[in-house]
């Protein structure tokens, strides 16, 4: 077989990412025809900004999704490596192609002979698996804690703005280094601050439903026995991993028990997903402390005030709504945040296995031989940048809508 032109690598690629364009299509159409109905969300597409944004966001997170069910990819073993195509130029036909297997290498091969392409492909589901959930559970941190903050103020103020500070103030590098190292992780520590961060989704669930209905004790005790029993057995199957709450040499602190744990989570990903949940918290606390204390002194916070509305109540159900345009935002810049970040960690290959096709990792291994060739660590690079681009954009296009309101 003959190599592909550039053309031909080009169609190859736009026809093997055919399912990615037909819901990039149906979504844009369905969205387009009832924007009006659709809340900020539909204001987006008013913005042309958030549109390309948007578009570059959804783009990943589809080609992510259908990567992982092995819809696009063109070798579904990102790890297997095949004689005679190491650091082969895209285009690259495969020698002794097996019937069904497709033929060539699109973006060439590796420094270990493995698709870029399809090692690309994969490196997005890494990334759209856990930067928007880190990013919520950050979230979920920042404003149960910093509602409080900026509402009450005085002592209680005073002590988490400083623990704030005081992690805002440790260079993220290196206090990401010490969290995935082998030494801190193999005392526990990670596994701790898993126990302590995956607790507040709880709490604020508690809360939100408590302050909401607690007029209501018929609907609101079912109510939160339910979606409290089912985040509690969530978290214990976030934390727990083989029947372990925490398992380190010299001891162990019993968890869920196997026949409840339907998963664990891989111990170099959790200890990412905290690390990056730890870093991103404070910042996010800072904003919603900034914005409950300016909230708080509007007329509708006094009127609720004046009703007998619960301090609870008037934080999440008066001043929360009414700062959601910059969070909003701001979480569309945490995820592109957090992105950097995970490809940074890749990078320097802390926490996600050495084999990992996260981009971080693929960038770094082909940054090895990037004098001689570009192939491997270019569509990487690029589609980190365009996915934080998107992010940035999507961002520009809600604050631009949310100021209209």
């Known amino acids: 077989m003959e190599p592909l032109s550039t053309f031909e690598i080009i ?72 004689s005679g195509m190491k650091n082969k130029v895209p285009g690259t036909p495969m020698r002794g192609a097996e019937e069904g297997e497709y033929a060539w290498y699109l973006l060439g091969g590796d420094n270990l002979a ?44 005073t002590l988490l703005s400083f623990l704030a500070n005081l992690i805002l103030a440790f260079p993220v590098i290196l206090l990401f280094y010490l969290l995935v190292t082998p030494e801190i992780v193999a005392t526990g ?35 939160l026995i339910g979606v409290l029993g089912f985040a509690t057995w969530m978290y ?39 690390s990056v949940v730890f870093v991103n918290s404070p910042t996010v606390f800072r904003i919603v402390r900034g914005l409950t204390m300016d909230i708080k002194t509007r007329d509708y916070v006094a009127a609720a005030q004046t009703r007998g509305e619960g301090s609870w109540y008037i934080m999440l159900w008066e001043i929360l709504p009414n700062a959601r345009g910059p969070l909003i935002v701001d979480f569309c810049l945490r995820i592109g945040y957090t992105t950097i970040l995970l490809g940074t960690l890749g990078f320097f290959g802390l926490g996600l296995a050495p084999e990992s096709p996260d981009w971080g990792s693929t960038i770094n291994d082909g940054r090895k ?21 998107g992010l940035n954009l999507l961002a520009d296009g809600l604050r631009e809508e949310s100021l209209k309101d």
């Open 189 to 223: 520590v990670p596994n701790y601050m898993a126990i302590v961060l995956f607790v507040f989704p709880i709490i604020f669930l508690a809360v939100l439903l408590n302050s909401r209905f607690h007029t209501r004790p018929k609907l609101r005790t079912p109510l």
């Open 369 to 389: 031989l990037l004098s001689i060739y570009l192939h491997p660590a270019l569509p990487p690079a690029l589609a980190l940048l365009s996915l934080v681009l």
């Open 11 to 82: 169609t190859r690629i736009l026809v093997q990412l055919s399912p990615v364009w037909i819901s990039l299509i149906l979504l844009y159409t369905m969205s387009i025809a009832f924007k009006r109905r659709l809340g900020l969300y539909g204001k987006l597409f008013d913005s042309p900004i958030g549109m390309i944004g948007f578009g570059l966001v959804m783009f990943w997170v589809f080609t992510g999704v259908y990567g992982a069910m092995d819809m696009i990819v063109t070798h579904p073993d990102v790890l297997a490596q095949v």
């Open 236 to 274: 214990l199957q976030l934390v727990s991993s083989g029947g372990y709450l925490i398992k380190t040499p010299e001891y162990y602190i019993p968890g869920l028990p196997k026949v409840l744990d339907f998963f664990d989570i891989d111990s170099g990903l959790l200890v990412v997903f905290v």
């Open 114 to 157: 493995r698709d870029v392409f399809s090692r690309l492909i994969k490196g997005a589901w890494e990334v759209i698996k856990i930067a928007p959930l880190a990013a919520i559970f950050a979230f979920m941190v920042g404003i149960t804690l910093g509602l409080p903050a900026g509402y009450f103020g005085g002592k209680l103020d």
